[in-house]
């Protein structure tokens, strides 16, 4: 899977972060779907700083489906103040154990 293209980067899981990290020119990444796996597995508190590297970016959606809602307005923050110049989306992977896929 792709998860790269056009400034728009995937990144569903662990390994696609570390992936990104190790071949993708930070600079070009305009927009960011990050996926419930990835934060799951990385932790959010981890996250943050390895995701703070893509200063250029003005979209970023996070899949939802593993924050407990009353968690979602401080991440969605954290995020905003990551990444001020940005719109930020809520999203969801439809996985099996999180909110949506039960």
Request: aromatic fraction near 12%; charged fraction near 30%; hydrophobic fraction near 40%.
């Given at each position: 899977?792709?998860?790269?293209?056009?400034?728009?980067?995937?990144?569903w899981?662990?390994?696609?972060?570390?992936?990104?990290?190790?071949?993708?020119?930070?600079?070009?990444?305009?927009?960011?779907?990050?996926g419930?796996?990835?934060?799951?597995?990385?932790?959010?508190?981890?996250?943050?700083?390895?995701?703070s590297?893509?200063?250029?970016?003005?979209?970023?959606?996070?899949?939802?489906?593993?924050?407990?809602?009353?968690?979602?307005?401080?991440?969605?923050?954290?995020?905003?103040?990551?990444?001020?110049?940005?719109?930020?989306?809520?999203?969801?992977?439809?996985?099996?154990?999180?909110?949506?896929?039960?």
């Amino acid at each position: 899977m792709e998860i790269f293209k056009d400034g728009r980067l995937f990144i569903w899981s662990e390994d696609d972060l570390d992936k990104a990290e190790s071949i993708i020119d930070s600079d070009l990444v305009t927009s960011l779907r990050i996926g419930a796996k990835c934060y799951s597995c990385v932790g959010l508190e981890i996250l943050y700083p390895r995701l703070s590297k893509y200063h250029n970016v003005m979209k970023i959606e996070v899949a939802d489906d593993r924050i407990v809602d009353a968690d979602m307005p401080s991440v969605k923050r954290r995020f905003e103040m990551i990444f001020p110049n940005a719109i930020f989306n809520w999203g969801y992977d439809l996985l099996v154990g999180g909110k949506y896929g039960r």
